[in-house]
């Protein structure tokens, strides 16, 4: 079984995406809490004896889920997302506001996200879902990223890793070759070569 953590220590893409949906996170998170803020302190210039529910400790969670779930349903991105490049996909069925409200229900409170994100890139599946991305049948991409996760992890994580290898076969290649001609060197013992077309003793 292969897992987020699995990929994600070494794969630079990954890695990149994920700071991608943190700096949203931190964006949203910042929009959502300074309307808490400006309607908690509207009630209470009015005196209104509701405005004490305000005080309630995931009152600015459960803003952020709403605010989530309602810009994702409508445009497919938060102002987070799209500012970092990112929406939301649906892998089967048609996105409505209930897929949107159960990939979001994390986000009513830090710790219970963290979890969220902990036991999806824990379990077998697409190392961008947290684990109510696979319940609601949702992932999150990139622009440029595939949607279905055998695509992203065939063509995108690994595309570096390819690079990589091909570049070590041509550092090998070179290695192999006349540095005055560029021919092919041929082993006379003792660690020195003689190249093949100018005759060269390297």
Not at 60 to 88: D, N
Request: hydrophobic share 40%; aromatic share 10%; net charge negative.
């Amino acid at each position: 079984m292969v897992t987020g953590f699995d990929l994600i220590h070494d794969n630079g893409p990954l890695q990149k995406h994920w700071i991608r949906r943190i700096i949203a996170y931190i964006l949203d998170l910042f929009i959502s809490s300074l309307g808490v803020y400006i309607i908690f302190y509207f009630l209470i210039s009015l005196n209104l004896r509701f405005a004490a529910l305000w005080y309630f400790p995931m009152t600015a969670g459960m803003v952020q889920v709403f605010y989530s779930a309602v810009l994702e349903y409508t445009s497919r991105k938060t102002v987070g997302k799209a500012i970092m490049k990112l929406e939301v996909e649906q892998l089967t069925q048609e996105f409505d506001l209930s897929k949107a409200l159960i990939r979001n229900f994390s986000k009513i409170h830090g710790i219970i996200l963290l979890l969220d994100w902990l036991v999806g890139m824990a379990s077998e599946g697409d190392p961008r879902q947290r684990y109510l991305d696979r319940v609601a049948e949702t992932t999150v991409r990139a622009k440029g990223e595939p949607v279905h996760v055998r695509d992203y992890i065939n063509d995108h994580l690994f595309r570096g890793e390819t690079r990589e290898e091909e570049r070590d076969e041509e550092e090998k290649e070179e290695e192999n070759r006349c540095h005055e001609c560029g021919g092919e060197l041929i082993s006379i013992g003792e660690d020195r070569y003689r190249c093949r077309n100018c005759g060269r003793i390297q």
